[in-house]
């Protein structure tokens, strides 16, 4: 099992930055895939980015590339979204998962990220 949890959600301007954390223990980090997922008021859960376990291959939803970077730590079993050109649209709870054979298993509770215009 894995626990995951995500940290530095918060308030910022439209065009501002912030950078995810997602810290995780149990089971070997590295032995997962990885993914960040939103979900804004009112719609459903939305893939965000994926890295794989080496950190070598990402990919993006076409409404945050350019703007967003995934990557992570293996050292320090830890996964990162970095957040430039932030947008109101991009306002919601942030939650990452770890990934096996296309599966998304276990799940963090979630950081949330409001961006004002």
């Known amino acids: 099992q894995v626990q995951l949890v995500e940290s530095g959600g918060g308030l910022v301007q439209a065009g501002g930055s912030l950078r995810l954390s997602c810290a995780a223990s149990?089971?070997?980090?590295?032995?997962?895939?990885m993914g960040w997922f939103r979900q804004a008021p009112g719609k459903e859960r939305e893939f965000v980015a994926r890295?794989?376990?080496?950190?070598?291959?990402?990919y993006y939803a076409d409404s945050v590339k350019g703007r967003f970077t995934i990557s992570r730590d293996n050292a320090k079993n830890t996964l990162y979204l970095r957040m430039n050109s932030l947008k109101p649209e991009d306002t919601g709870v942030y939650y990452c998962?770890?990934?096996?054979?296309?599966?998304?298993?276990?799940w963090g509770q979630g950081t949330q990220v409001t961006v004002s215009s």
């Open positions: 998962a770890t990934r096996v054979d296309s599966t998304y298993e276990y």
């Open positions: 149990g089971r070997a980090f590295s032995s997962y895939g």
């Open positions: 890295i794989s376990r080496s950190g070598s291959i990402k």
